[in-house]
């Protein structure tokens, strides 16, 4: 299967093919990009849990270990250290400082299989209707359950595009059309998702938005229950546990629309 | 009833969520990432824990991470095939649970994924010992989601955890 990342340390956008995961396990692969590497693991759907880099060793005089995978030494920095990486040509060796232990890990080395990236769906959309327009329109879409859009004819097919990539959206059908903004709809969460979503790599991208959204009716359908079953402190509790803001306004806005005006009044008049 | 807040941490893809669907009898091939926090009732001897289930990935840790508060337990996996996972208890959960729930809140350290396991009992026993200085650890076990072993213990100390502590 074929995976997109971005190198967190030097940006680099990079697609490579790797193997399937067994279901259950994470599999790893590793980037050597000189002075670094790049740990990508990735589940058996091919959805990528996490990507972090390790500083790659240069020669040291402290303690030797040997590599398991092919019995190279390992010569370990004379400093305290998290992890370190040693590069064996096919694969690399992560030395873990865990505890006051060492522990070795080999993970396969892959190259990239492709320099240009598809370029990203959300960030095509952006350019064409504008973040504002299109936070806007997810954002009344959620808040309203709305299943028509209008907006302007060059906009329609990236638009059907990349609703049809998020679970949520897919049901909304677009339509050429003049697009009528309501002030009252509040966008700003979507605003600040899309707004670093069009600097990602398109999978990462429509992940984090499909992720927002999700967890935006997942929440938001918590705190309508705990204010319909009179939970007000626990709904209190619940929605100041957010430190995000934005997600917050979000869930506030969505609890108005969803709950008794009544009950919304006692969570916020405290 | 009495009701419990029981939160499950750790990296993402460690098999927090398929210990607790593996508990609930459900199926752990098709589980997935959990987006934002998923939450379990399980009810034992007139005691109910509610299992906060936290996404291990790191976008919904820094959103959601300050939810951990009340929580009466906290049972914090690592992946015993993946030594990162272990060396992030140290480096990220364990503080993080002492910054939000206090260090006298008990918590549990679960291995998982005991079929696959790659890292040394030496190695683990030095991690606890290194994540105890910080955190009330009560229990550490090792586990299989896939195969269910050690996922009923895991379950009953949580109850009778909570029974005794009567947080």
């Keep these: ?270 | 009833m009495k009701t419990f807040k029981v939160a499950f941490v750790g990296d993402s893809g460690v098999g927090k969520t398929s210990l607790i669907k593996a508990f609930l009898g459900e199926d752990v091939k098709s589980v997935r990432s959990t987006i934002g926090i998923d939450f379990f009732s399980i009810v034992k001897d007139s005691y109910n824990i509610t299992v906060w289930d936290f996404a291990g990935q790191q976008w919904f840790r820094e959103v959601l991470i300050n939810m951990l508060q009340g929580a009466a337990l906290v049972v914090m996996v690592f992946d015993l095939s993946r030594p990162k996972t272990l060396q992030n208890l140290i480096k990220y959960w364990a503080p993080q649970v002492k910054k939000f729930c206090g260090d006298r809140t008990v918590v549990i350290v679960v291995g998982n994924k005991k079929d696959i396991k790659k890292i040394d009992d030496d190695v683990i026993i030095s991690a606890i010992d290194e994540i105890k200085k910080n955190i009330n650890i009560k229990l550490y076990l090792q586990t299989s989601a896939l195969l269910g072993e050690n996922v009923s213990k895991l379950f009953d100390t949580i109850f009778e955890l909570v029974k005794v502590t009567q947080i």
């Design chain 1, 1 to 270: 299967m074929e995976i997109i990342l971005a190198c967190p340390i030097c940006r680099k956008v990079e697609v490579i093919q790797v193997e399937n995961a067994p279901i259950g396990e994470i599999k790893s692969v590793a980037l050597n990009h000189q002075d670094h590497v790049v740990l990508v693991e990735y589940d058996y759907t091919g959805m990528i849990r996490s990507v972090y880099t390790v500083r790659v060793s240069e020669l040291h005089s402290g303690k030797t270990i040997k590599c398991p995978e092919c019995g190279k030494e390992i010569s370990l920095p004379d400093t305290d250290f998290d992890e370190i990486a040693f590069i064996h040509d096919d694969h690399v060796a992560i030395v873990y400082a865990i505890g006051n232990k060492y522990m070795v890990d080999t993970v396969k080395v892959v190259k990239e299989v492709m320099e240009r990236v598809p370029e990203n769906v959300i960030k095509k959309a952006c350019d064409i209707i504008g973040i504002d327009n299109l936070a806007y329109l997810i954002s009344k879409i959620l808040f309203e359950d709305v299943k028509v859009v209008h907006i302007p004819s060059d906009a329609v097919e990236i638009l059907s595009q990349l609703f049809g990539k998020i679970d949520h959206l897919r049901h909304v059908a677009v339509i050429p059309g003049e697009l009528s903004k309501d002030k009252t709809i509040n966008i700003t969460l979507f605003k600040k998702i899309l707004s670093e979503a069009i600097n990602k790599p398109e999978r990462e991208a429509i992940r984090m938005l499909d992720h927002t959204i999700s967890a935006l009716i997942k929440f938001s359908e918590m705190l309508v229950n705990l204010l319909k079953q009179n939970e007000i402190e626990q709904a209190r509790n619940f929605l100041n546990a957010f430190p995000d803001a934005e997600m917050k306004q979000a869930l506030i806005f969505l609890a108005k629309k969803k709950a008794p005006p009544s009950l919304v009044n006692m969570l916020l008049n405290k």
